[in-house]
Structures are given as structure tokens and as C-alpha cells.
């Protein structure tokens, strides 16, 4: 007698049926068992309920189908998805013992319809219960199914819609327009968090109750790197199928800028100033902290003053430093900023040097691409490798989770890299050219009274290396021309080096090219040169 089988998934809500198999993967994996163990499906039959007590419809029409002679095999998963409890485990049994059932197979589960295997079969179903406890075949099918999915199974957040139709995640278009340009905004360092709250509530982003959403939410929102496509679930990072809203790039920034800014909880009284964070002290090391005084004269005067100071907290060094005012700090922060600005004929020559060496270098960049491409395949061979040892068991939890969580960003980073590259055609001109922009625009916010646009500006031309010794602030390290990539090797210092390089000359002199009377190194041409080939590496 040929032998048709019924293939049965479950699903069920059971607490410790919440690692196993969606019925979809379970329905995958079974038909692709049938097709190769060349098995004739005669029904595929899925129930949505627990088996843990006696009394599934679908399972009960099953069994008296097998007694009208339907079919006389079952294919299933695993023996759990048959029966959590005896009764129904034991009708299985007894179908196999008087003939109706000829066969049950599972890809899980190996039995023959012997005595040892109906015994076996036994067992199994006495073990179902706790099957699901242990890191088991399951558990590892359903976490590559969930990792080969990408999909986020959960509500999407603001800028995203649950298409419940088909599943998945879907970019709301206008909402998400509105939370990229939130995210440039903020970026800017110009908005505090309350005006990208102000932001979303005008163009129609508000809370569950219809009213503006808080500065904790904003900032939330600014925070989630689920608008890079990686969502977090089950403590778990994963790359999301979804179409990301923000560049890695501008996510980044906006983290810095909630870094500079501090946490949003602080009161009021004790907001932080805005130059706090930003300067060492040149005696102790100690971050230089701002605070805020009202002073009462006698006659009834009353003077505000903001000062700032070293927070003195080292143990093994007394700090002598005094403090000062915020207006002097102002303007030395500002002239500092000043002293790197760029000079207008820089400017122009700078531009001059771009656009030619952009003409020379367009094809040249596809080694560059090749690269990175490299890298991010050892990142997916890292991935799986991990991947593999934490299924092994043989990596814990916590460290598979945090490694894969790093080892996603830096994938998404590199990701980026090449379809910047390739989308612009390595297109280093635009980016230069607005720093070059940005550049010449110090000289006016030094001029500027937004103290907080100036912190931003110094925190990304000086990083950490501002020093405050006696009431003076300066650069962490001398006056050394050549001390490019003292600090951080970015365009500004690249700037500033070459500011420093050229300080010998007058600065009118510095684009007329004196070929061959001076040394390179001295040569003021040399500067702006120098400033082009290191800023251009690092826009590229
Ligand atoms: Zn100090």
C-alpha cells in the first residue's frame, strides 16, 4: 500500500513554545524533508493551539481521518508538535499499534515502527515537555531562521509603518522625511532637544495623547539605531530588512551632539553650561566645570556671572588654577578658533588644487572599494563563525550579543563607505568643497555670540586637547610645525598645522610661489599643499 502522509505544524502561544519554529519555517523545513526522503504529502494540516491539554480540533480530525484510512503517515517536526500531554501522545501509539498509521516521521527524530521505536516514540513524548528548555535543534533553527529574516517583529517606531499585510516594516513617507530632517537639525548642534520636540509636534509627530513629545522621547528618538537598519530584539542586534532613513554617518554626529549636550534630565539650575566638557586643566588634568552666580550688592545691584573652574577631583595633585570669567573664556576660545579660519586667497587656492587632482584621481578608486569589500566579508565570516560558536555553545550569550552587536555597526559603517563611493563616483570634491566653506565661516561664528555653536566648532577643530592654565587656554600640545596628527589627524588639524607652518611668512606672501629659492618643507605654498592632500585623504 502506497503510504500519504499528513505534514502537521503548530504554533501555539505556550511560554516555552516561544523558541520554536514559526509555522512558515516549520512548513520550509518539512516540505524540503518530504522532497527528499520522496514522501507523498496527501494534506498539510496547521493548528494554532497549545497541545498541552487534550482536545485540538485540527489534531482530532487528523486521527480520525487516519482511522477512516485518509492517510496512514504523519510528518511533523518533532514529536512535541504531536502531543505535549499523554492522551494525545497515546493515541498516536495505539494507531501504530493497530496498523492504521504505517509510518511517523520526523526531520528532528528518528523512529521505525518497531517495538523499540513506538517505545521510543514514547519517551519522547513523555520528554516533550521539557524539550523546548534545552539549546536544542530547534532553538537553533528558529534563531537562523529569525537572523536569515531580518524582519522586525515587533511595532515599528515613528518613521516606520507594520505593514500587517505582508508582515514587515514599511517607511511611512512623510513621517520619515520629518525625522531625517529632525536628525539634521540636531546634528547642527544648534537645537537644544526641546525645539526638535517643537520640531516633530509642527509637522505632525506627537505623543500617544496628541500633545508634544518629551525632551527623555527626542532624545530616544535621536538615539534609536533602528533608523540605521539595525534593530535591537531579544537583546539581540540585527540587520533589519527595511530600508534605513539616516545615514551611519548622521546618526553618529547626532550621538556626539547628545554626548556634548548631557543627558536631558538634569534640572534646570544645574543645566550644564555651555563651555563645560569641553576644556582641560592644564595643572591637574581635571575637566574645567562651569557654574552659575548671582551676586546683591549692597545698594540693591544685582550681577549675574558664569565662571568657570577646575572640578579639582584629583586625589594625588592640589590644583592651585583659579577661575574665569565666561566673557574672557569667550574671547580666547574665539580668537582661538580664529587663528585656524581660513584665509580667503587659502581658499581659492584650495579650491584650484581640488578640482585638479579631482580630475586625476576619478578612476583611480576602485582598489579602494576592493578593500573594503574584503573587510566586510571577513566581518560575515567573523558573523558566522560566531554565529556558529554560539550555537555550539561554546560562546555565552552575553559575549556573542555584544560582539555581534559591534561587528553589525562596523558592517554597516563599511557598507556605507562603498555606496558613498560608488553612488558619487568617489566623490571627495563636494565634501571638501564645504568644508572648505565651513572653514572660511569660522572667523564668524569666533564673532558670534551662540556659545554653544562655538563649543561644537572647537570640540570638532581641537577635540579634547584645550587646556586652561592660568585664566589662559591653549592647545595641548607646542607650537611644533610639523605636529599634524597630534590631534586626531583630521582636516582641522591638518589646517591648523599648516597655519603654524606658515607662521613664519606673512600670510599675503604665501600663495606667491617662490619656485626653488626655499626648502619644501618651508615653502608656503607647501602649506595649502599640504592641507589638500591631508584634508582630501581624509574626505575620501
Ligand atoms: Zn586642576
Not at 482530532?60 to 510528518?75: Q, V
Not at 509510518?103 to 514514547?122: A, D, H, R, V, Y
Request: hydrophobic letters at 35%.
Amino acid at each position: 500500500m502506497e503510504q500519504k502522509f499528513f505534514l502537521y505544524a503548530r504554533k501555539s502561544t505556550d511560554v516555552e513554545d516561544k523558541q520554536v519554529l514559526s509555522i512558515e519555517a516549520q512548513l520550509t523545513e518539512l516540505r524540503a524533508f518530504a522532497k527528499q526522503e520522496g514522501l507523498h504529502i496527501a494534506e498539510e494540516l496547521i493548528e494554532k493551539q497549545s497541545a498541552k491539554i487534550p482536545g485540538r480540533p485540527v489534531f482530532n480530525k487528523m486521527i480520525s481521518r487516519i482511522e477512516h484510512g485518509d492517510a496512514n503517515g504523519i510528518l511533523a517536526w518533532h514529536p512535541d508538535r504531536l502531543a505535549r500531554n499523554s492522551v494525545d501522545g497515546g493515541r498516536i501509539i495505539y494507531l501504530l499499534d493497530c496498523g492504521h498509521l504505517a509510518m511517523s516521521k520526523f526531520p528532528t527524530f528518528w523512529c521505525e515502527n518497531t517495538s523499540q521505536g513506538k517505545f521510543m516514540l514514547n519517551i519522547a513524548f513523555g520528554q516533550s515537555k521539557y524539550y523546548v528548555d534545552s539549546l536544542s535543534e530547534n532553538t537553533k533553527r528558529g534563531l537562523r531562521q529569525k537572523v536569515r529574516n531580518g524582519d522586525y517583529p515587533s511595532q515599528a517606531p515613528v518613521g516606520y509603518i507594520n505593514d500587517s499585510r505582508t508582515k514587515s516594516v514599511v517607511v511611512d513617507k512623510k513621517k520619515s522625511r520629518v525625522i531625517r530632517l529632525a536628525f539634521e537639525k540636531y546634528a547642527k548642534g544648534e537645537s537644544r532637544l526641546e525645539d526638535i520636540s517643537n520640531f516633530l509636534a509642527k509637522n505632525g509627530i506627537v505623543s500617544r495623547g496628541g500633545k508634544i513629545i518629551s525632551k527623555n522621547r527626542a532624545s530616544f528618538i535621536l538615539s534609536n539605531p533602528f533608523y540605521i537598519g539595525l534593530f535591537k530584539y531579544g537583546g539581540e542586534r540585527h540587520e533589519g530588512k527595511y530600508e534605513p532613513i539616516v545615514s551611519k554617518k548622521l546618526f553618529d554626529k547626532a550621538q556626539e551632539i547628545l554626548k556634548l549636550r548631557g543627558v536631558p534630565d538634569r534640572k534646570s539650575k544645574n543645566e550644564p553650561q555651555p563651555f563645560c566638557g569641553l576644556i582641560s586643566c592644564a595643572s591637574c588634568g581635571m575637566m574645567i566645570t562651569g557654574e552659575y552666580k548671582v551676586k546683591k550688592q549692597k545698594n540693591g545691584n544685582v550681577h549675574n556671572y558664569t565662571y568657570y573652574h577646575c572640578t579639582k577631583k584629583s586625589k594625588t595633585i592640589k590644583c592651585p588654577e583659579p577661575c574665569i570669567r565666561e566673557e574672557e573664556l569667550n574671547r580666547q576660545l574665539s580668537s582661538l578658533i580664529k587663528s585656524v579660519s581660513l584665509p580667503q586667497d587659502w581658499a581659492e587656492e584650495l579650491n584650484r588644487l581640488a578640482l585638479q587632482d579631482h580630475k586625476k584621481s576619478a578612476q583611480s578608486n576602485s582598489a579602494f572599494v576592493e578593500e573594503v569589500k574584503k573587510e566586510i566579508k571577513s566581518i560575515e565570516v567573523k558573523l558566522q563563525r560566531l554565529l556558529d560558536g554560539y550555537l555550539d555553545q561554546v560562546i555565552e550569550q552575553e559575549i556573542y550579543r555584544a560582539e555581534k552587536s559591534k561587528l553589525l555597526f562596523k558592517k554597516k559603517s563599511l557598507e556605507e563607505k562603498i555606496s558613498s563611493l560608488l553612488q558619487k563616483q568617489n566623490d571627495w570634491l563636494e565634501p571638501m568643497q564645504e568644508w572648505i566653506k565651513d572653514a572660511q565661516n569660522l572667523n564668524g561664528i569666533a564673532r558670534d555670540n551662540n556659545l554653544f555653536a562655538k563649543k561644537v566648532v572647537a570640540k570638532e577643530i581641537f577635540g579634547s586637547n584645550l587646556l586652561l592654565g592660568e585664566k589662559t587656554v591653549s592647545t595641548a600640545e607646542g607650537g611644533a610645525p610639523n605636529s599634524f596628527g597630534k590631534m586626531g589627524g583630521n582636516q582641522w588639524d591638518a589646517l591648523r598645522a599648516s597655519h603654524l607652518l606658515a607662521l613664519k611668512k606673512p600670510l599675503r606672501s604665501v600663495l606667491v610661489r617662490s619656485a626653488g629659492i626655499e626648502p619644501a618643507s618651508q615653502d608656503p605654498q607647501s602649506c595649502v599643499l599640504s592641507i589638500e592632500r591631508r584634508a582630501r585623504n581624509i574626505f575620501l
